[in-house]
C-alpha cells in the first residue's frame, strides 16, 4: 500500500479484501474519517486501527495476539471500545478469546469462528450487551457460560463444530434468537423446554447424541421454519411436534425411530422430510395427506409394505425408499441379540 493515504483524509470506507497485503502504513492514522476498514483475506500481522473505526474486518489474516502495534491489544482502546460494532477475526488462528474484545462494549456482530478458542467468557455476556450476531463455529469451546441469557439483544448463534456437551437453562431465555446452530457437538441432553425462544425460525442440532427432544411447551417452537436432528440417538419423536405446523423443511435422519406420528399430516406446511436411516417398519396412510410435501426420503428403513395409493403419492415427488430390510438393527439391539445367543 502507499505511504500517502494521508491524501485520502474524507475517505470513510476502505475495503482490500483477497490481496495480498501485508502491512499497513502508518499515515493510514491521518484518515479522520474512516468508518469502514475491511482486509479480508490479506498477509497482516499487526496494524493501527484508526480511532473512528466503527465496522473492522481483519478475518483470514495472521493476526498476531501480542506486541506493541497488536490489533488485538488496540482493541482495548478506549476509543475503539466505544465506536466498534462490527468485528470479524475468523481464520486468525486465535487459540484464546481475545480479552479486549470484551471491552467493545457496543458491538452488534462478532464473528470468530474457524480458530483454535477454547473458552466462551462470561465477560463477553456481561460487558457485551448490544450483541446481535455472534458467530463461534469451527472452535474448541467446550461449554457456553450460565450468564449467555445477558444477551438480551442476541438473534443470530452459531456454535457449530465445537466439544460442547451440554446446553445451559439459560440460553433459552434469549427471546430474541431466530437462528440457533449448535450442530456437530457432544451434546446429549436439551433443557426441558425451550422456554422463551418463540422467534425460532431456524434450528440446527444435527451430529449431537441427544437421546430426546424436549416435550414440554412445543407451542415455544410454532415459528420454526427448519428443524434438523439427523445423526442423533432420538429413539421417538414427540407427540406435539406434528404441531409445528409452519414447519418446511424437518430432518429426522440417521436416528432410532421405529414408528411416525398419525397425525403427522397436521404439518401442513412441510416440503421436505427426511426419515432414512431409522427403523421404521410402517408409513401412516396420514402421510399421503400433506399437501406441499415435494422431497421425501424413507429410504434404509424395515419397511416391508406401504399404504395403498403411495405409489400414486410418490409421483411428481422426490420419494426415496430404497434399502428396506426388515432384519435392519440399531447397536443396542445387535447387542442383546448376542446376548440371548450366548445365553
Not at 505511504?3 to 497485503?21: F, H, P
Request: hydrophobic fraction near 40%.
Amino acid at each position: 500500500m502507499p505511504d500517502d493515504m494521508w491524501k485520502l483524509r474524507a475517505l470513510e470506507i476502505l475495503r482490500l479484501g483477497s490481496n495480498r497485503v501485508s502491512e499497513l502504513p502508518r499515515s493510514i492514522s491521518c484518515m479522520e474519517h474512516l468508518l469502514e476498514l475491511d482486509f479480508q483475506g490479506n498477509r497482516i500481522h499487526d496494524a493501527f486501527l484508526p480511532q473512528t473505526v466503527e465496522i473492522f474486518n481483519m478475518a483470514e489474516n495472521p493476526v498476531e495476539m501480542g506486541g506493541p502495534d497488536s490489533i488485538i491489544k488496540n482493541l482495548g482502546d478506549r476509543e475503539h471500545a466505544k465506536r466498534i460494532t462490527f468485528l470479524d477475526l475468523s481464520g486468525t488462528d486465535l487459540s484464546g478469546f481475545p480479552d479486549n474484545v470484551c471491552q467493545l462494549r457496543f458491538l452488534v456482530t462478532l464473528k470468530l469462528a474457524n480458530n483454535k478458542i477454547d473458552n466462551f467468557p462470561m465477560l463477553l455476556c456481561q460487558r457485551c450487551r448490544h450483541l446481535e450476531h455472534l458467530d463461534l463455529h469451527n472452535n474448541k469451546i467446550p461449554e457456553l457460560p450460565i450468564t449467555v441469557d445477558l444477551l438480551h439483544q442476541l438473534q443470530y448463534l452459531d456454535m457449530s463444530h465445537n466439544s460442547i456437551t451440554a446446553v445451559p437453562y439459560t440460553l433459552m431465555k434469549l427471546n430474541k434468537v431466530y437462528h440457533l446452530d449448535l450442530s456437530y457437538n457432544y451434546i446429549m441432553d436439551l433443557p426441558e423446554t425451550f422456554n422463551r425462544m418463540n422467534h425460532l425460525v431456524y434450528l440446527d442440532l444435527r451430529n449431537n447424541q441427544l437421546m430426546k427432544f424436549p416435550q414440554e411447551d412445543m407451542h415455544v417452537l410454532a415459528s420454526l421454519l427448519l428443524l434438523n436432528l439427523c445423526t442423533n440417538e432420538l429413539a421417538e419423536i414427540p407427540e406435539d411436534m406434528p404441531y409445528l405446523y409452519r414447519l418446511k423443511t424437518l430432518n429426522l435422519s440417521s436416528n432410532h425411530l421405529k414408528e411416525l406420528p398419525e397425525d403427522i399430516n397436521l404439518m401442513v406446511k412441510l416440503e421436505e422430510l427426511d426419515l432414512h436411516d431409522n427403523l421404521l417398519k410402517e408409513v401412516p396412510e396420514t402421510i399421503m395427506k400433506m399437501p406441499k410435501i415435494s422431497k421425501l426420503d424413507l429410504s434404509d428403513n424395515r419397511i416391508m409394505h406401504f399404504p395403498m395409493r403411495f405409489d400414486a403419492f410418490s409421483q411428481n415427488r422426490e420419494v426415496d425408499i430404497s434399502n428396506q430390510s426388515q432384519y435392519k438393527k440399531h447397536e443396542d439391539e445387535e447387542e442383546d441379540s448376542s446376548l440371548d445367543f450366548t445365553l
